[in-house]
């Protein structure tokens, strides 16, 4: 196999790298540049060309927000012009909606066009010194005896159909839900068990206010709206669904089976509606178990991780802060010389911490919405309960720790409203 030549920064030329990142999204790109900024020669891989279109809710919550000032990446952000998104609107068939606002002191959401950020957090990594490549789809992993230098070889084909490699001390997986560095190495528990699937379109149009997002929840699934521009009418719509609830003509027409979705709910347009400009780009199923986030020297990020579910948009602070904690214990294998999955056993722990109580309340709430009777009866509480609505939008932007939901005066303020109404 040729190995391809990659210009270093400092000048000459190698295929190999400190650490090779699969998959230039925001947890890929967030990395590379923080390991860049500690000299750690890093090398991105990525199947597209930015900016490119992807499947998602284009939506950072609070906690987003924060975590990109905290890492000096706001800026950069904001130069694409979001939407702001002060909080969100739950809505259901039978026409009961409940409102949650995020605190005034912590900051707003932000509606951003996927494409746009994505490019952003790739130049900026560029800009702290790591390197993109473009068009490479990956294929294969090796990982060598602990005694090579650059143990762990990355197989792939680039954009002109050609077989190339990269070795590199460190890989790291950040290449979404069915990542291929997870199922290489064997790192996948279990298949998706809650089967839901997505499609996401572009519209432009006016009439839904602008200041919120919105979930219209059903028995076969949720649509979502949200505003991605701060002045241009852009909206994503995101609809998902139970494969085995509606989904059958998903496949056949996508676009029809999106726009007569976006038709049941109630959101008000002016005129005939709004107009599909983008998508639609499909996504799913969401429910990824992993065995564990380590291996020898291999290191997962993101939703390459592991996933639940993307109802409450936790995905991208997921991918955000997972980034953030790998970094420091990346860097410090790279310079002991010891990256063995003893050695990486801190990122496991520290996202485990992260991610346990979200995912207990991820299907807390998948629970509570995927039946008609506990959607009706929920959504009816938060409603009456404004104080618990208001907290419950807090935790999921990621503003709150969940535990402050079960403290006694928020489960308080459900009781007496309830009795209230009774």
């Not at 090779?20 to 990395?31: D, K």
């Not at 992993?141 to 159909?161: D, I, K, W």
């Not at 420091?328 to 996202?351: F, Q, T």
Request: hydrophobic content about 45%; glycine content about 12%; some cysteine.
């Amino acid at each position: 196999m040729n190995v391809p030549a990659i210009e270093r920064r400092g000048g000459g030329h190698a295929a190999e790298a400190d650490v090779l990142i699969v998959g230039g999204g925001p947890a890929g790109s967030v990395l590379a540049g923080l390991l860049a900024q500690q000299d750690i020669d890093t090398v991105v891989l990525d199947r597209a060309t930015f900016p490119r279109p992807k499947p998602c809710g284009e939506y950072l919550n609070p906690g987003v927000v924060a975590v990109l000032d905290r890492l000096g990446l706001l800026g950069a952000v904001l130069r694409t012009e979001p939407a702001r998104i002060s909080g969100w609107k739950m809505m259901t068939g039978s026409g009961v909606t409940a409102t949650g606002r995020y605190a005034p002191t912590a900051p707003h959401g932000l509606g951003i066009q996927r494409s746009a950020v994505d490019e952003a957090l790739v130049c900026e990594a560029k800009r702290r010194g790591a390197r993109v490549v473009e068009r490479v789809k990956v294929h294969g992993l090796r990982v060598a005896p602990s005694g090579e230098r650059h143990a762990v070889t990355v197989e792939a084909v680039n954009g002109q159909g050609r077989p190339v490699a990269w070795k590199a001390r460190i890989v790291v997986g950040a290449d979404g839900l069915r990542s291929v560095v997870a199922r290489r190495l064997g790192l996948v528990r279990r298949r998706p068990g809650v089967r839901k699937v997505s499609l996401t379109c572009r519209l432009k149009g006016t009439g839904p206010p602008r200041g919120d997002g919105r979930l219209f929840l059903t028995g076969w699934g949720t649509v979502g709206l949200a505003p991605v521009h701060a002045s241009e009418p852009l909206w994503n719509g995101t609809v998902v669904v139970y494969v085995d609830r509606g989904a059958r003509d998903l496949v056949t027409d996508p676009l029809g089976w999106f726009l007569a979705a976006l038709r049941q709910a109630p959101f008000r347009w002016d005129g005939d509606g709004p107009e599909v400009v983008g998508g639609p780009w499909a996504s799913g199923p969401f429910d990824w178990a992993l065995r564990d986030a380590v291996s020898d020297r291999v290191l997962l990020v993101g939703d390459a991780a592991g996933s639940f579910d993307p109802l409450t948009g936790q995905g991208m602070f997921q991918a955000f802060r997972s980034a953030e904690l790998a970094a420091p214990i990346i860097v410090r294998a790279v310079r002991c010389g010891r990256s063995a999955a003893a050695d990486l056993v801190d990122y496991r722990r520290a996202l485990s911490r992260l991610l346990r109580p979200t995912r207990v309340l991820q299907r807390v709430i998948e629970a509570a919405v995927s039946r008609n009777w506990a959607r009706e009866i929920a959504v009816t509480r938060l409603r009456a309960a404004e104080p618990f609505m208001d907290r419950l939008v807090q935790v999921v932007g990621d503003t709150l720790p969940v535990h402050s939901l079960v403290r006694p005066d928020a489960l308080l303020s459900v009781l007496n409203r309830a009795a209230v109404q009774s």
